[in-house]
């Protein structure tokens, strides 16, 4: 029986006391004596997780070959094997094994990331055994064995902590909390939420201040970390739109090949006396139809227009790990975004200042000195507004400012950085300032007193500072400092004034002062108990980011809806959100909410609400299963290992590069290298011109790879020989489609790309658009195909030169047709849609080199059964091209003016509303 058998549900260990945990473990602070040890070592299993069962190499590589679409592809190979065109079969089945390569180093996504999970646990831990402090490895741990922890330290167990001093824990890879969490010793109710439990430190976060000795209270697949690896083996990874849209155009095709193959191979047989027509030649007639129709070079062009995305994307910080993330981004209609450090800055600021004056806001950009600040009415404020809360939030500061490379950052607590910051606004050098005032004496900041004070002196004169959390300092304070002089204090109004920066999503500290103690002894909290003087309030702000700001609204205008989902407060969550523009500004959801929801509330509630605070793994997995329940393509941020099993899970798990954990990253199919959300409104811009230009080469392929088998089968259908040969249709095929259809990989993206609506991910490759499309392209392409080739025999041309003649009209007419399918609706003839693409004319340059030795060099002449043709044929081939390109362009014509119809209708109806 594994770990995970034996720990499989948490338990409540942080609403009993630390004694009660004690006696419920039957240990005590000596710790365990090594027989205990070794026999709970028996019974719980090693300290480590799970490994992830895998398959094995060479079963991943052989389910690389399991898609409808290579079963085409081989099925081309073996008919040009039939053909003995050898060389055409290696071709096609190197690219069979190209993409089983690429398929099989994509895959194995699961596996990394439950390694990397793993690779999380602390390697060693200080424990205390037998009444003595010794050094053990990490998954020798126990249930029961007291751990002692210091800054630095990585938390080797989940732990129930028994002695806690100014302990602080960076839980951000679990509960998505911007700032590191204050610990105590003190129980909590049963129903807390994760980043609530302070009296809990959890295996793989880190200590960054403090001490604190812990209990074992969870090891292995027990802990925190446990569950989510067992999550992320659980979830499964959904197929995306593409490859769903693809298996079914695979099976379309295939039926609709061989269906046509058979039917016209049975009309052949049935009228055996055609000139040209035995049996012999009517199967290899066949074979040539089944050739023509199979696009051979799609996977090609579908795999090289999602390298070309994945290429675009890097430019702009979106790395994709698996390419059908290129497209499926296209199709994103939800987007789920972690709030620090994605819509926010992940930069601590302070944005309001509460004084005896009013209010004043602050603005800046993150750290830098540099900033404005004006009262509420929009006037610039006096400096001395704010100086003395400044200078006073200054010297109770232990952080720095500085500048590298251009960047200001904030080096100690980013709470005391924007203290530090907003000082420098205010006019203050931290150096000159703290030299003035030199400290003398400090109480740290501790959780279980929530405030911190320091002593200075200066000319003989000691005074105190105080800054901590306002329901702490205010009922220590007699009066308020207003101007040089104090006021009796009003606590009812300063209350208020916390409570409407609260309401705005800030953190707020006060800052008070105190004259005294005396230098010589001490400082201790009676100094600072009572009589102190209110200097104000500041109000302290993750800021949402300017252009996060902007592609929210960009999103929105391309109907994409944008959901927040973070670990912070839903106070702060409303907040951020608001000023963002996501949800409504009124209705947010915690994770206690959730919890009460079954799946059918759940689903009718995620249509409703758009801002999540407070939330556990699980629940982000429940959310995003509940929005693609819904129909929604989900694309899901996160940079924790709490959000590793909704980013497998989301149609695209998007981690952050830069603060992210290795597990977030392996469990997604996008890593954005700026930890920026407007980098995913640009990357759903190229994911949508991705699926524009595979839609495009596919409007492109299937009606000339149609016409192709159209021709043969009309020959058949009217007794006619062969005006294209089953070899000359490959040539046509493979120099099309690596030349002409390939270039349209490279179109830009059409004008109003983000101005639509998410398309239909389940709508089939094959609409009825394309089938109408194919229907016209190819019939222009068989009447002209076939009129030149019975033209050139009837002006008594030879065979080889007729069919070589007709190759040509066929290429012509595709060239045609590539200049008109580059745009949807609008006129290929506009200037504006004439540049864009270099790759198109150079493409039709190389094809019409291409034809010409085709046509007149006499290898080519031997292989494929060609002939030199003259000036007239080329005429009628150019023709040929001509009606393709009016043809098409009237039909969109027509389009263009039906939407304008239908645009004009909807006008009128909104205006009559």
Not at 191 to 216: E, I, P
Not at 691 to 702: A, D, E, G, M, V
Not at 720 to 727: A, H
């Amino acid at each position: 029986m594994d770990s995970s058998d034996k720990q499989s549900e948490p338990e409540n260990w942080h609403g009993d006391s630390a004694q009660a945990c004690l006696e419920r473990l039957d240990t005590s602070k000596a710790g365990l004596d090594p027989d205990q040890a070794t026999e709970r070592l028996a019974q719980h299993g090693p300290n480590r997780l799970d490994p992830p069962r895998r398959r094995g190499p060479v079963m991943r590589f052989l389910l690389q070959f399991h898609n409808v679409l290579v079963y085409v592809l081989l099925s081309a190979a073996l008919m040009t094997a039939l053909l003995d065109m050898l060389v055409d079969t290696a071709v096609i089945i190197g690219v069979v094994i190209i993409n089983a390569i690429v398929g099989f180093l994509q895959e194995g996504k699961a596996e990394r990331a439950l390694e990397a999970v793993a690779n999380m646990l602390s390697p060693s831990a200080a424990v205390v055994r037998n009444g003595q402090r010794e050094t053990i490895a990490a998954e020798d741990l126990v249930p029961g064995d007291i751990v002692l922890m210091e800054a630095g330290d990585k938390v080797p167990a989940d732990l129930r902590l028994i002695d806690a001093t100014r302990l602080q824990i960076d839980e951000a890879m679990l509960t998505g909390e911007s700032v590191p969490a204050s610990k105590s010793v003190d129980a909590v109710a049963a129903d807390a939420l994760l980043g609530d439990r302070k009296c809990m430190a959890y295996s793989g976060t880190f200590v960054t201040g403090g001490q604190a000795t812990g209990l074992v209270v969870a090891t292995g697949m027990g802990t925190e970390l446990g569950r989510i690896n067992a999550m992320l083996t659980e979830v499964q990874t959904l197929v995306t739109p593409l490859t769903r849209q693809l298996d079914q155009f695979g099976r379309w095709l295939t039926v609709a090949i061989l269906t046509v193959a058979a039917a016209t191979f049975a009309f052949g047989a049935m009228t055996p006396d055609t000139p040209g027509h035995s049996l012999v030649e009517l199967f290899m007639a066949t074979v040539g139809l089944a050739v023509a129709a199979i696009p051979e070079g799609l996977p090609a062009i579908v795999t090289i227009t999602l390298a070309i995305g994945v290429q675009r994307m890097a430019k702009r910080n979106a790395i994709i790990r698996r390419l059908p993330a290129v497209e499926t981004l296209g199709a994103i209609s939800t987007i789920c975004s972690d709030k620090t450090g994605t819509l926010t800055r992940n930069e601590m600021m302070v944005q309001a200042v509460v004084t005896e004056r009013g209010l004043t806001n602050v603005s800046g950009v993150g750290y830098a000195p540099d900033g404005k600040l004006e009262r509420a009415d929009g006037s610039t404020a006096a400096k001395r507004d704010v100086e003395a809360l400044a200078r006073a939030a200054l010297l109770c500061s232990d952080a720095e400012i500085n500048e590298a490379d251009g960047i200001w950052r904030a080096e100690g607590d980013p709470t005391e950085g924007a203290l530090v910051t907003l000082a420098a606004r205010a006019g203050f050098n931290s150096t000159d300032i703290r030299s003035t005032y030199p400290r003398r004496g400090v109480i740290p900041f501790d959780p279980a007193y929530r405030y911190m004070a320091t002593r200075h002196d200066n000319d003989d004169a000691s005074f105190v500072v105080v800054k901590g959390a306002p329901e702490v300092v205010i009922p220590r304070c007699a009066s308020s400092r207003q101007g040089v002089s104090d006021v009796p204090i009003d606590a009812g109004r300063w209350n208020q004034a916390v409570e409407h920066l609260a309401a705005e999503g800030m953190r707020t500290l006060a800052i008070a002062t105190k004259q005294g103690p005396p230098v010589a002894r001490e400082l201790d909290h009676d100094d600072v108990a009572d009589q102190l003087v209110l200097l104000g309030i500041v109000g302290i702000i993750d800021p949402p980011r300017d252009e996060a700001i902007e592609a929210v609204e960009v999103c929105h205008s391309a109907g994409i809806r944008v959901k927040m989902i973070t670990g912070d407060h839903a106070l702060t969550a409303r907040a951020i959100a608001a000023q963002i523009g996501i949800g409504n500004g009124r209705d947010v959801l915690t994770g206690a909410d959730l919890d009460a929801m079954d799946d059918v509330a759940l689903q009718a509630a995620v249509g409703d609400v758009d801002v999540f605070a407070r939330t556990s793994p699980e629940q982000k997995l429940r959310l995003v299963t509940a929005l693609q329940a819904r129909g929604e393509l989900v694309a899901m941020t996160g940079d924790g290992v709490n959000d590793a099993p909704a980013l497998k899970r989301a149609d695209v798990g998007t981690a952050m590069g830069i603060k992210g954990t290795e597990v977030a990253k392996q469990s997604s199919e996008m890593v954005l290298a700026d930890d920026n959300f407007a980098s995913i409104a640009r990357a759903v811009k190229e994911g949508r011109t991705v699926y524009q230009n595979l839609r495009k080469s596919i409007q492109f392929i299937l009606p000339t790879n149609g016409a192709q088998a159209g021709v043969i089968v009309a020959a058949i259908l009217f007794g006619l020989m062969l005006p294209i040969t089953p070899v000359q249709i490959l040539w046509v095929n493979m120099v099309t489609a690596v030349t002409l259809a390939l270039t349209l990989a490279f179109e830009p993206p059409e004008r109003q790309i983000m101005r639509r609506p998410p398309r239909n991910a389940s709508a089939p490759i094959l609409d009825g658009f394309l089938l109408w499309r194919i229907a016209l392209v190819s019939s222009v392409l068989i009447v002209g195909t076939v009129g030149v080739f019975l033209w050139e025999l009837a002006r008594g041309e030879a065979l080889e030169a007729s069919r070589t003649a007709a190759v040509n009209a066929l290429v012509m007419g595709q060239i045609f047709y590539l200049l008109s399918v580059r745009h949807d609706l609008s006129a290929a003839w506009l200037k504006e849609n004439l540049g864009g693409n270099r790759w198109v004319y150079g493409s039709i340059g190389v094809v019409l080199v291409l034809q010409l030795t085709f046509t007149y060099w006499g290898p080519m002449n031997t292989l494929f059964g060609t002939a030199a043709t003259d000036s007239l044929a080329w005429a009628w081939a150019l023709m040929v091209g001509v009606l393709v390109f009016l043809a098409v362009e009237s039909e969109k014509a027509w389009r263009r003016r039906d939407a304008s119809r239908v645009a004009k209708v909807r006008t009128g109806a909104t205006s009559r509303h």
